[in-house]
């Protein structure tokens, strides 16, 4: 049966339009772990033997890794994010909170913590992980029952930290090719401007990652 007020609905409703949390943040991104190998950028290089520029290849991969994730919004690496949620106004009532979208081929999420402000107090409560579940089928937390000390000043009062695993694309030989070409562009353009007219490949980086990239409605 349909919810009747809307206010409460997105939180009461096994659906979601729009999605019900305030605001999200990164909480912790890997970005020492290579991706690409150094023999892989060398012989995408041509710089068969000479590793007097090892290390500046290995940074330009890490950023060439960081580009990708942003682009398809995913994480090739596990990516750890908190999620914000408002004021629900409920109290002892199942709730259901959203979490961000996932990209296809993501290998799902892992409910680290859900926390909570309580009375008037300025430091987060860990909520029992026993009184929620995570719903794979809707990417959301079903929360058992809001904690009825929930405080009322603070603006996002409840929040989920969660890791967002890495990623099967990561492993894909186009996905990795686009990586390979970009790091290319990356490596034989180390400045931001050029007197030369620059037009993009007909079938490039952007071409091989559209297919994977999410469609947002």
Same mark, same amino acid.
């Given at each position: 049966m349909a919810v009747e007020n809307l206010t409460l &609905?997105?939180?009461? =409703? #096994? +659906?979601?339009?729009?999605?019900?949390?305030?605001k999200v943040e990164q909480i912790t991104r890997d970005v020492a772990t290579a991706w690409l190998t150094l023999e892989e950028? *060398?012989?995408?290089?041509?710089?068969? =033997?000479?590793? +007097?520029?090892?290390t500046y290849i290995s940074s330009i991969e890490l950023a060439t890794r960081m580009a990708i994730?942003?682009?398809? /919004?995913? !994480?090739?690496? !596990? #990516? %750890?994010?908190?999620v914000y949620y408002g004021n629900i106004g409920l109290y002892n009532t199942q709730v259901?909170?959203?979490?961000?979208?996932? %990209?296809? /081929? &993501? %290998? =799902?999420? *892992? @409910?680290? &913590?859900?926390?909570?402000? =309580?009375? +008037?107090? *300025?430091?987060?409560?860990? @909520?029992?992980? *026993?009184?929620? +579940?995570y719903d794979p089928t809707g990417n959301r937390v079903i929360l058992n029952q809001i904690p009825n000390t929930l405080n009322q000043v603070v603006a996002n009062p409840i929040y989920v930290e969660y890791t967002a695993n890495a990623n099967n694309l990561a492993s894909y030989p186009v996905i990795k090719q686009a990586g390979l070409m970009l790091l290319t562009h990356i490596y034989n353009n180390r400045s931001n401007t050029t007197e030369a007219n620059l037009r993009e490949i007909p079938f490039g980086v952007a071409t091989l990652l559209r297919p994977y990239k999410p469609l947002v409605m």
């Amino acid at each position: 049966m349909a919810v009747e007020n809307l206010t409460l &609905a997105p939180f009461f =409703g #096994t +659906s979601r339009n729009p999605y019900n949390y305030a605001k999200v943040e990164q909480i912790t991104r890997d970005v020492a772990t290579a991706w690409l190998t150094l023999e892989e950028c *060398t012989q995408q290089l041509n710089l068969f =033997g000479d590793e +007097s520029q090892d290390t500046y290849i290995s940074s330009i991969e890490l950023a060439t890794r960081m580009a990708i994730e942003d682009f398809l /919004g995913m !994480a090739i690496f !596990a #990516t %750890s994010y908190r999620v914000y949620y408002g004021n629900i106004g409920l109290y002892n009532t199942q709730v259901f909170l959203d979490l961000p979208e996932v %990209s296809q /081929g &993501a %290998s =799902g999420v *892992t @409910i680290d &913590a859900v926390y909570f402000y =309580g009375d +008037s107090n *300025t430091i987060p409560e860990l @909520i029992d992980p *026993t009184t929620y +579940s995570y719903d794979p089928t809707g990417n959301r937390v079903i929360l058992n029952q809001i904690p009825n000390t929930l405080n009322q000043v603070v603006a996002n009062p409840i929040y989920v930290e969660y890791t967002a695993n890495a990623n099967n694309l990561a492993s894909y030989p186009v996905i990795k090719q686009a990586g390979l070409m970009l790091l290319t562009h990356i490596y034989n353009n180390r400045s931001n401007t050029t007197e030369a007219n620059l037009r993009e490949i007909p079938f490039g980086v952007a071409t091989l990652l559209r297919p994977y990239k999410p469609l947002v409605m």
